[in-house]
Nanobody, 115 residues
Framework: QVQLVESGGGLVQPGGSLRLSCAAS????????VGWYRQAPGKQRELVAA???????NIVDSVKGRFTISRDNAKNTVYLQMNSLKPEDTAVYYC?????????WGKGIQVTVSS
C-alpha cells in the first residue's frame, strides 16, 4: 500500500523559513517524478515545484529564488525548502508522485505565514 506522509508545516512569520518533507512507502520511489502543489482557500490547487527522475526542476515564478525542491532516493523522501516566506504562501501543501503507472498524493499539510 502506497503512503505519502508530509511533515514540517506550521505557522511562521513573514520572512521565515520552513522545510517540508514527504516520505513515501510502498513504491519504488526513484522511478517517480516528484512535486509539491499548494491550495489556498478559495483557489485552485497549483504546482509549486517539481523534479523529474533525472534531477531537472520546474519552479513556479512566484516562488523562484525562494523555494527549492530536492529528493533523497535513499530515504524515499522529497523536500521543499521554503525561504523568505510571504503571507501569500499560506496554503495547504501537497506532495505528488507521478509515473505512467500511477499518480499519488499526500494528504496535505498546512503552512501559514502570518505575523
Amino acid at each position: 500500500q502506497v503512503q505519502l506522509v508530509e511533515s514540517g508545516g506550521g505557522l511562521v512569520q513573514p520572512g521565515g523559513s520552513l522545510r517540508l518533507s514527504c516520505a513515501a512507502s510502498g513504491i519504488i520511489f526513484s522511478i517517480y517524478a516528484v512535486g509539491w502543489y499548494r491550495q489556498a482557500p478559495g483557489k485552485q490547487r497549483e504546482l509549486v515545484a517539481a523534479m523529474n527522475t533525472g534531477g531537472s526542476t520546474n519552479i513556479v515564478d512566484s516562488v523562484k529564488g525562494r523555494f527549492t525542491i530536492s529528493r533523497d532516493n535513499a530515504k524515499n523522501t522529497v523536500y521543499l525548502q521554503m525561504n523568505s516566506l510571504k503571507p501569500e504562501d499560506t496554503a495547504v501543501y501537497y506532495c505528488n508522485l507521478e509515473h505512467y503507472s500511477g499518480t499519488y498524493w499526500g494528504k496535505g499539510i498546512q503552512v501559514t505565514v502570518s505575523s
